[in-house]
């Protein structure tokens, strides 16, 4: 749990509460207007914490829908949800839950200005909580998305069909994740005094398809390779990706299997999911690193952040590894 903290810490629930609450204050009369709402009190960090907690647990637990969670039936009821926080409390929280500031967005003509601040927040975690190996793999996620969205891509090859399309780079022999871009299909101008270079001459390599390669640290050098057929000749650099390419197909194994479950109408919700699952998961490698002989599984792990999490015993989220 004190690892999940140097991902999360106060900040984090504090940045998620402060715009939760506005969110409320901007929008409180469409909410108001249901004879069965809540009277609305701000969410605090501890409250915060505690209703991703119950999230951790719907993914352990799975069930038809949302109130058999907080069900009184002898042979359903799950005691923790309702020790926690009341069903309607739940949905209240969920309803309000927010990324960024409206009133913010006229001046901002990104697609992904709702879930900025969130992307923001993790990937400048990732990239200094951990520092990874040189072997690094670049490979596409997919984040799933059925509903009506301009960025949303369609894959017939992926288990994942439809979704917003996720660049990750990771460590190949952990799979942790170090850096991650969002697809929004946007394409930026160079400011003044920025650059971007290209080299020219023979940049592809073909096998049974094209191939386009870029590296930092291999040349041009070819490599035997045993294939069915007997041996074929292949450049350095694709012969080290095929190599290391495990680190991608990893994280998304694990990230499919303890994926979040929530059913929504906002694509940022299920982005915020999705970005919530790599940093714990990132967490729970970096435990490993440093444990290298602990038998702990993910599971296990995700269970004891949630139970951290329940009694608000947090720490710190200042130590760097």
Known sequence: SELAELFFGDSFFDMLCQETNRYYLQHHEHYDRSH???KWVDVTSAEMRKFFVIIFLMGHTRRDNLKEYWSTDTFLEIPIFGKLMSHKRFEQIWWCLHFNDNELQPQSTSRLFKIQPLSNFFVQKFQTVYKPN???SLDESAILWRGRLHMRTYNPGKLTKYGLLVCVVTESTSGYTG???IYSEECKSLKRGETTFRRKGE??????????????IHNSNMVDVQRRHGQ???PVCISRYNMFMKGVDRAHQYLAYYSLPRKTVKWTKEVALWLINCAIFNSFLVFKNLNPHSKLKY???LLNVAKAWATDHTVADTVLV
């Open 179 to 181: 850096n991650l871009e």
């Open 232 to 234: 074929v000749k292949q």
């Open 299 to 301: 599971k296990e792990f």
């Open 36 to 38: 069965k709402a809540l």
């Open 134 to 136: 040189q072997q690094l």
């Open 203 to 216: 940049g592809s390599w073909r096998d049974t398809r094209v191939v386009n390669m870029i590296s930092t």
